[in-house]
C-alpha cells in the first residue's frame, strides 16, 4: 500500500480529488467506482471545481457507486443516488445514463445484486475505485465479518454503521437495516483503490486496515491482497500508525517522491 498522511484532512480529500480528475482527463472513457457519506462530500466538491477550472468533460466516463440502502425509494432524500446526483453528477457533464447506483428496492435483493455485478463486467470492470472507510472497518457496507472474496450482494448493516448514518435521517427507525453493496472481491477486482480516511474516529480502523492482520474482521484490511492502493489519511487518522517515521520517509507530508530522489 502506498500511504500518504497529510497535515490537515483537506490536504487529503484535494489530492483524491486530483488523482480522480487527472484520471478522467488522461483516459476519459475511465469506469469510475465511486463512494458516499461524509468524508467525499468535500472530495466532490473539490472535483466539481476542478472539472470547472480545468473544463475536464466528463461526458465519456461511467460510473458505479458502491452501495445503496435497501427499502427505500431511490428518490428519497436520504438514498445514495440522491446523494450523487445533488453532491455531483449534476454539478458536471457526466451522461446520467452512465451513473450507475445499486437498486434501492425490488422483488428479489439477490437478483438485484448479480445485475449490478454483472453491469460493472460488461462495462469491463472497474478501472479506479474511490473508497472511505467505516470506524469498524467496512468499505462500502461490507461489515466485519463480510467475506473477503463477497461479490456485489445484500448485506444487513451493524447497529454502529446504523447510528453513524443517523444523521443523514430524520429519526433513527428510518435508517435501513440493509444495503446493497459491491463485495470486497468486486473491490479487489478493480484495476486502483484510492481509500481516503480523516480524523481521530478512523484511527483504528487505518491502523487495523495497513498493519493488521488480512481478517474479515477489517475487511478493508483486504486491500493489502490488492497490487496498487492509495490510502489518503490525515495526521489524526495516522496517529496508531507503527512505523511513522518509515510513512514519512517515503512519503514526506504525503509527497510523491520520484524513485531517483529516494
Ligand atoms: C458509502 C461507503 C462507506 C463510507 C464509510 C465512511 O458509500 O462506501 O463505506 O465510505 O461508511 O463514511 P463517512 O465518510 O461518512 O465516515
Not at 497529510?6 to 490536504?11: A, C, I
Not at 487518522?237 to 510513512?247: G, H
Amino acid at each position: 500500500m502506498k500511504v500518504l498522511i497529510f497535515q490537515t484532512e483537506d490536504e487529503a480529500k484535494l489530492r483524491a480529488a486530483q488523482i480522480i480528475l487527472s484520471r478522467v482527463q488522461s483516459v476519459p472513457n475511465s469506469v469510475l467506482g465511486l463512494a458516499t457519506g461524509g468524508t467525499m462530500e468535500a472530495i466532490y466538491a473539490h472535483l466539481i471545481e476542478g472539472s470547472s477550472n480545468h473544463s475536464v468533460s466528463w461526458s465519456e466516463t461511467v460510473t458505479f457507486n458502491l452501495d445503496e440502502y435497501w427499502g427505500i425509494p431511490a428518490d428519497s432524500a436520504a438514498s445514495y443516488r440522491t446523494y450523487m446526483n445533488e453532491h455531483l453528477f449534476k454539478h458536471i457533464d457526466v451522461a446520467m445514463k452512465s451513473t450507475h447506483v445499486p437498486a434501492s428496492s425490488g422483488d428479489d435483493p439477490s437478483d438485484a445484486a448479480q445485475s449490478y455485478e454483472d453491469a460493472i463486467l460488461t462495462a469491463g470492470g472497474i478501472d479506479l475505485q474511490l473508497l472511505g472507510i467505516g470506524k469498524n472497518g467496512h468499505i462500502g457496507f461490507n461489515e466485519p465479518t463480510s467475506s473477503l472474496s463477497s461479490r456485489t450482494w445484500i448485506k444487513t448493516l451493524t447497529q454502529e454503521t446504523r447510528d453513524s448514518n443517523r444523521r443523514f435521517f430524520e429519526r433513527l427507525e428510518d435508517v435501513p437495516k440493509y444495503a446493497l453493496t459491491v463485495g470486497i472481491g468486486t473491490i479487489l477486482a478493480s484495476e486502483e483503490c484510492i481509500i481516503v480516511g480523516t480524523g481521530v474516529d478512523k484511527a483504528a480502523a487505518i491502523k487495523a486496515m495497513i498493519e493488521g492482520p488480512v481478517s474479515a474482521a477489517c475487511p478493508a484490511s483486504a486491500l493489502q491482497m490488492h497490487r496498487n492502493v492509495t490510502v489518503l489519511i490525515d495526521n489524526d487518522a495516522a496517529q496508531n500508525l507503527d512505523p511513522m517515521e518509515y510513512y514519512q520517509h517515503v512519503h514526506p507530508e504525503g509527497r510523491e517522491t520520484e524513485l531517483s530522489n529516494v
